[in-house]
């Protein structure tokens, strides 16, 4: 199997603040890792690092086998390929629904404009929403929003999806149809790295469940290790809480 992500000793400080204290992690092609612990222990920032949207103090990270500490990289190039979608969707509030999906691959000469709108109709029926096309952002609901903004990374054609606590801002009767699309994506084989308080989703979909505190990783493993056994006191501690 081939390995996607690999990060090794990964620190990232603002300036003496130390939020990530020699972070490593390997995620595999097809892998599903979700992400926990507590606010402020650096989930974002470490997914934001991933894709050098925030650049590391020190370590590396390869994403495909390409380097992205290296000099020599084209970081547009490799962020190409990484889908990312956040807590608050961002999309493009003058644009359609069907334009916010297919602006960044027509921008960026990856598709043609009858390429990228056969590919964003086609994306918009994945995530439930083939009947929106042509609706403004203003006019859906959270969770439709966030469906459409899942859709607009995935017209990239990325090798690898992150998510950033993708339910969060949304009210709770629409978590649900979210984390069902992550939960068809992740069936389909995409690789992801997820960073939620979904415990369902979770034990449902991660292959794999890594849990952040003060900077470092604490523990990781099956669902059913971490959530019905974990070893770390902080973990333990954690999950009381959350569980
Ligand atoms: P989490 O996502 O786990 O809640 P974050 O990665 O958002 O944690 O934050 C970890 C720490 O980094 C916090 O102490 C936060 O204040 C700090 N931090 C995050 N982003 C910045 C930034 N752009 N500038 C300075 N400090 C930041
Ligand atoms: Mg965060």
Redesign the pocket.
């Known amino acids: 199997m081939a390995t996607k992500v690999k990060v090794t000793d990964l620190h990232k400080s ?2 003496d ?1 130390e ?1 990530l204290k020699g972070i490593n992690l390997e995620v595999q092609e097809n892998e599903v890792v979700v992400m926990i ?10 997914l934001r690092t991933l894709n050098k949207l925030e650049e590391p103090t020190a370590g590396s990270i390869a994403i495909d086998g390409i380097d992205l500490t290296a000099k020599e990289t084209n970081l547009n190039k490799v962020r190409e390929n990484i889908g990312m979608v956040f807590q608050h969707f961002n999309l493009f509030p003058h644009l359609t629904v069907l334009e916010n999906v297919t602006l960044a691959p027509v921008e960026l000469g990856k598709l043609t404009k009858d390429e990228a709108n056969e590919l964003g109709r086609q994306l918009l029926a994945q995530v439930g929403l083939a009947d929106k096309a042509d609706a403004k952002p203003t006019q859906l609901s959270g969770g439709q929003k966030q469906r459409v903004a899942i859709a607009r990374a995935l017209a990239m054609k990325p090798s690898i999806m992150l998510f950033d606590e993708p339910t969060s801002a949304l009210d709770p009767e629409m978590v649900g149809e979210v984390l069902k699309v992550m939960r068809d994506l992740a069936e389909d084989g995409m690789t992801m790295i997820v ?1 939620t308080h979904e415990m369902g989703f979770a034990k449902q979909v991660a292959d794999r469940v890594v849990f ?1 505190a003060d900077g470092y990783i604490r523990e990781e493993g099956t669902p059913d290790a971490v959530f019905n056994n974990p070893q770390d006191p902080r973990a333990q501690d954690f999950l009381n809480k959350v569980l």
């Not at 612990?37 to 470490?46: A, R, W």
């Open positions: 603002y300036g603040n939020v612990g507590p606010s402020g222990s650096g989930k974002s920032t470490f960073v952040f």
